[in-house]
Every structure is written in structure tokens, then in C-alpha cells.
């Protein structure tokens, strides 16, 4: 290669490696304008953000609790399994009713059975009885005659007045007959509405001349 050539070719190499720098050097530019362009959008971009209206924040409020008083909402009330039923106690008022009566013989007081008198004889007859009734004996009770001889008495004679529960003697005053021989009379106690009630009481006699 002559010294021509080599110089020509030396300079082309020197042109290449300037069109290749030149090229570079645009290319390193060119990203140099589009890094610049990208700094200053950034300031802009959050000055932005910055203006924009924030949401307001929703203050914090602590739960209210519900007062042990008032049941819950979501509180759903247990039916009862079963309802007690209570029943009344009935006090028994005791109704006043009729009374009862009743008489019992307990002893002779006077003139045994059998004892003997002499004709047209006063006698002095008492027994002893028991109102067993719950009905008191007032004025309004007699002792009727209801078999035998009367004996020179009336047919009905005075109940000696007694409360119910008491004892009471019962007297009556009769007369022997005139003829001899053996005597009974039978009385019994009657209520105000004439009904006898009661063990009998009764003497037996013997007249003898």
C-alpha cells in the first residue's frame, strides 16, 4: 500500500469515528432532555396532589354500651318450659245448722224400782239424766207421759232447763193408787216442735194395803 492509500484510509477511520461520537453524543442527549422533562413533571405532579381536596376523616367514636337495664336487641326471651299454677287454699266456714238433741239416763235419784207404798201415798219421784244433745233445754221442752199410769200427775210436766253438754235432774210429783198392786209410768222429753227425743225415764211401784 502506498503512502496515499494509507493516508486515505487512515482518514476515513477518523471520519467514521466522528460520525460514531457524533451519534453518541445525540443519543446521550436526547436522554438527558427526556430525564430533565421527568425532574421538572415530579414538583408539578405533587404540587397537584397537594391541591386536590382531601377527604374529610371520620372522627373516632368510642362504642356506647347498653345499660344493664335494657335487654339486648338481638336478645331473644326463653319461653317458659311451664306455667306454675297455684291452687286456692278453700278455708271451710262452719254454717250454723240445727241443733241436736239428746238425753240420756244416768240414775234414780229417789224411789228405787219396787218400792213399796201404801195407797194414796205421795211420791216424790228425781232422776238424774245427761244433755248429750248440742241443744240447750229451755223453758220451751217438757217431759211428756208416754206410757204406764200417770199417777195423779198431768200428762206433761216442766224440763228442768239445761245447757247442752250438763246434767239436770228431772222431778215429778205423783200419788200412789188406791188399789194394791204394781205400778210402772213412762215419760220422754219433747223439743218446742213436739218431737220426744231421748232415752225414757220411768218408776215402777208396788201398792200394798
Known amino acids: 500500500m502506498t503512502p496515499a492509500e494509507a493516508k486515505k484510509k487512515h482518514n476515513v477511520r477518523t471520519r467514521h469515528?466522528?460520525?460514531l461520537f457524533i451519534c453518541i453524543i445525540s443519543v446521550m442527549n436526547s436522554h438527558r432532555f427526556f430525564l430533565n422533562a421527568r425532574l421538572l413533571l415530579l414538583p408539578v405532579i405533587f404540587s397537584a396532589s397537594a391541591c386536590a381536596p382531601q377527604p374529610t376523616p371520620t372522627p373516632f367514636r368510642p362504642p356506647t354500651s347498653i345499660p344493664p337495664t335494657q335487654p339486648l336487641v338481638t336478645t331473644t326471651p326463653v319461653p317458659a318450659l311451664f306455667t306454675p299454677t297455684f291452687t286456692?287454699?278453700?278455708?271451710?266456714?262452719?254454717?250454723e245448722g240445727p241443733c241436736a238433741n239428746g238425753l240420756s239416763f244416768l240414775d234414780d235419784l229417789t224411789v228405787e224400782d219396787d218400792t213399796s207404798f201404801p195407797?194414796?201415798?205421795?211420791?216424790?219421784?228425781?232422776?238424774?239424766?245427761?244433755?248429750?244433745?248440742?241443744?240447750?233445754?229451755?223453758a220451751s221442752y217438757r217431759l211428756k207421759w208416754v206410757g204406764g199410769f200417770t199417777l195423779g200427775?198431768?200428762?206433761?210436766?216442766?224440763?228442768?232447763?239445761?245447757?247442752?253438754?250438763?246434767?239436770?235432774?228431772?222431778?215429778?210429783?205423783?200419788?200412789?193408787?188406791?188399789?194394791?198392786?204394781?205400778?210402772?209410768?213412762?215419760?220422754?222429753?219433747?223439743?218446742?216442735?213436739?218431737?220426744?227425743?231421748?232415752?225414757?225415764?220411768f218408776m215402777k211401784i208396788v201398792v200394798t194395803p
Not at 286456692?88 to 254454717?95: A, E, F, K
Not at 195407797?119 to 229451755?138: E, S
Not at 250438763?166 to 222429753?189: K, M, N, V
Open 17 to 19: 469515528r466522528r460520525v
Open 153 to 201: 200427775a198431768a200428762d206433761e210436766q216442766p224440763l228442768f232447763p239445761a245447757r247442752a253438754g250438763t246434767q239436770a235432774t228431772l222431778r215429778i210429783l205423783f200419788i200412789s193408787p188406791a188399789s194394791a198392786g204394781s205400778y210402772e209410768s213412762a215419760w220422754q222429753a219433747v223439743d218446742p216442735d213436739g218431737n220426744t227425743f231421748g232415752e225414757l225415764v
Open 119 to 138: 195407797p194414796n201415798a205421795p211420791i216424790d219421784k228425781q232422776w238424774l239424766v245427761q244433755n248429750d244433745g248440742t241443744c240447750d233445754w229451755n
Open 88 to 95: 286456692p287454699t278453700l278455708t271451710m266456714t262452719p254454717t
